[in-house]
C-alpha cells in the first residue's frame, strides 16, 4: 500500500510563497506518477503539477504555470509543490497523488488547506 501525506500548507498574503510537501511511503513503482490537485469549496477537483519518478518530465497546469514547480527527492520519497506568487483564486486543499499503470493503484493523501488573503 502507499500512504501520502501532505504538509506545508497555511494562510498567506497574494504575492507570497508556500512550499508543501507529500512523503511517501509504501511500496512504488517506475512506471508511478506524483501528482498535486487541488479543490476549492463548491468547486471540481482540479490538476496543477505532474512528476515521474523515473525521468525528469513535469507537466504543469496553465493557470499556475510560471508561478508553481514541481520537483522531487527520490532519496527522501517526498515530492514537493513550490507555489510563488500566490493569488486568492490559488485559494483551496492541496491533494498529493500517486497514479500507477493500473487503475487500481492510484493513491491520495488527506490534503492540506492553502488560503492566499487579498
Known amino acids: 500500500q502507499v500512504q501520502l501525506i501532505e504538509s506545508g500548507g497555511g494562510l498567506v498574503q497574494a504575492g507570497g510563497s508556500l512550499r508543501l510537501s507529500c512523503a511517501v511511503s509504501g511500496r512504488t513503482f517506475s512506471s508511478s506518477i506524483m501528482n498535486w490537485f487541488r479543490q476549492a469549496p463548491g468547486k471540481e477537483r482540479e490538476f496543477v503539477a505532474t512528476i515521474a519518478w523515473n525521468d525528469d518530465t513535469t507537466s504543469i497546469a496553465d493557470s499556475v504555470k510560471g508561478r508553481f514547480t514541481i520537483s522531487r527527492d527520490n532519496a527522501k520519497n517526498t515530492v514537493y509543490l513550490q507555489m510563488n506568487n500566490l493569488k486568492p483564486e490559488d485559494t483551496a486543499v492541496y491533494y498529493c497523488?500517486?497514479?500507477?499503470?493500473?487503475?487500481?493503484?492510484?493513491?491520495w493523501g488527506q490534503g492540506t488547506q492553502v488560503t492566499v488573503s487579498s
Open positions: 497523488n500517486s497514479r500507477g499503470y493500473y487503475a487500481r493503484d492510484n493513491y
